[in-house]
């Protein structure tokens, strides 16, 4: 694990021409052309285009169309800074990930996915994301200009804030109105806007020595954090927190028993678009996709003359039961299971009520601590054994 300062050094990213996305804009410009980085990795919007994606981008003029904090959250980006590291190239990059992203990350290091080597990781204060399909709606034409939205988002900075589930009619994820944990760690540089009186500007912190270096580097005036900043966090977790349990006792409620999870799954079309779209499923080849579930003709004739019909596809459930085994102790909660799903299943709130209880039982929290093996990587000889059946002397 990379050394944490244990005095973080505080400077704040002031508003250009009274726009918050601008003043970050000129701070990633900044950042690109003196602070000996390569390539910036993060949110832009795509030149004729109102979609705004992840990219990689190494002029700083291309930076005028970056959008930090964007509603936008088409795939987790995790596994795209895999791709920018699992071998060293030579060129230093700074990424711009939400804290789900960081966390999906640091499994995947953890795999050997990828590297932190030649990486600077700059996490924020999650502004939440919107449905896919509001997502949609909203870059097509939304009376929210950039800034509104983020002002919007963090306005109050208040627990009664925190509890709203739209903004200006558009409806956020379930996983962002669930998550407890949307706060930056295991990065060098967090963008912060919880307790900062946004009028001025956002606060920008550094979280390791590489990251004070930057800023060193870049002269920036230093602040100091609000005291009202810890206590605005508690809040904001406790509101998550209540509305998690709310979402896992509902969707326990209705996958409780073989017959309900048949029906839960019932419009599943084995797409698989959710494990593509899982940060964490990290196999090369899937169990799936081989000729294991490419039954003979004769094998489903057989199975339909026995129960009298059969829905196909068939091996929805197993699919994601076996998903479940595989990958709940490392789910981050990013909920991009849910955005992918052509069939409108809310995939994302049953995998996070089996990973909370998967991770539970492991004492494993997902990307928090970088010195933590997988579980499944690490054999115990003395571990649950009420329920593998070996008695105690």
Sequence with gaps: ?????????????????????????????????????DALFLPVRLEGSSSIMPSLVTSPDQLENAIPLSPAFALNSARMVSRLSYKASGRKTAVLLRPCEIRAFIELVKLKQGSRQELILMGMDCPKALTSSDCAAYMKGSPLTDDAYVEAVFSGNNETSDKNETIEGFTFSSACNTCENPFP??????????????????????????????????????????EKRDQIMAQIKQARSTANQAMICDITDKTDSI??????????????????????????????????????????????????????????????????AHMSHACVGCGQCSNACPSDINVFELFKSVAQQTQAAFE?????????????????????????GVAKE
Excluded at 7 to 31: H, P, V, W, Y
Excluded at 280 to 306: G, L, M, S
């Design 364 to 388: 494993y929290s997902p990307g928090t601590d970088e010195n933590q093996l997988p579980p499944l990587s690490v054999f115990n000889e003395q571990e649950f054994e009420s329920i593998v």
């Design 185 to 226: 760690i295991n990065s060098d540089l967090n963008i912060l806007l919880h307790g900062i009186d946004l009028s001025t500007g956002v606060v920008v912190e550094s979280d390791s020595e590489t990251g004070q270096k930057i800023l060193e580097s870049l002269e920036m005036p230093e602040v100091v954090l609000p």
């Design 259 to 324: 017959v309900k999870l048949n029906a839960f799954f019932d419009r599943c079309i084995n797409c698989y678009n959710c494990r593509n779209m899982c940060p964490v499923c990290y196999c090369k080849e899937c169990v799936f996709n081989t000729d294991v579930f490419y039954h003979q003709p004769v094998q489903y004739h057989q199975w339909a003359e026995k129960k009298g019909s059969i829905k196909m596809p068939t091996d929805t459930v197993f699919y994601h039961l076996t998903r479940m």
């Design 1 to 37: 694990m990379m050394e944490r300062k244990k005095t973080a050094m505080i400077c704040k990213i002031e508003r250009e021409d009274n726009s918050l996305i601008k003043g970050l804009q000129l701070f990633f410009k900044r950042l690109l052309e003196t602070s000996n980085i």
